[in-house]
């Protein structure tokens, strides 16, 4: 083959790699490829808290993010996660420890949801002297990648000691 031959040929097999095949008279959505996609951020993504659960001291939920933008947007992997309180904002103890798992990148369309398990220790369980229990307003979530946070009502007792870790979370993946 010529120089010609093979550059039309890997054009292509680009093209027919970025394409998909739809079934005839079904309807086609512009789903945009992961790499694709904008990153999403703070303000693509509205963060949420649902209980889902208690057992042996500890209580079990997860933050959904939820995509309000009018655009599809890639995420996955870790977010942030910490209790405030205060009534202003401010951070109550350790922030939450990242739970080993799987991190995946994945894109949100909108209206679409990503979860990340939380589990989080009851504050009572520890020592009055070595917790310092306080309470809590609610979270503070980072969208993974994100330097700026949100904030999710959930009133509940945090520990003040930065030394006693309460929370744990997961990576988001797909709802």
């Excluded at 993504?45 to 599809?72: C, E, I, K, W």
């Excluded at 009851?122 to 904030?151: I, K, L």
């Excluded at 930065?162 to 929370?167: F, I, R, T």
Aim: with cysteine.
């Amino acid at each position: 083959m010529n120089k010609l031959s093979l550059t039309l040929v890997a054009a292509v097999l680009a093209v027919g790699a970025t394409t998909s095949v739809v079934p005839a008279g079904a309807a086609r959505a512009e789903v945009p490829h992961a790499a694709q996609a904008a990153r999403c951020t703070d303000a693509d993504l509205t963060a949420s808290y649902q209980a889902r659960g208690a057992g042996a001291g500890h209580r079990y939920g997860v933050v959904r993010l939820t995509n309000t933008s009018d655009q599809a947007c890639r995420t996955g992997g870790y977010g942030g996660l910490s209790y405030v309180g205060g009534g202003d904002g401010t951070q109550v103890g350790a922030a939450a420890d990242r739970d080993p798992g799987r991190t995946r990148s994945f894109v949100l369309e909108p209206g679409g949801s990503a979860v990340s398990r939380v589990d989080a220790v009851v504050a009572q369980n520890f020592p009055r002297r070595e917790c310092r229990p306080t309470a809590v307003d609610g979270f503070r979530v980072y969208v993974p990648n994100a330097t700026r946070s949100q904030f999710v009502a959930h009133r509940t007792t945090g520990c003040a000691s930065d030394a006693v870790h309460l929370l744990g979370h997961r990576p988001f993946r797909r709802a």
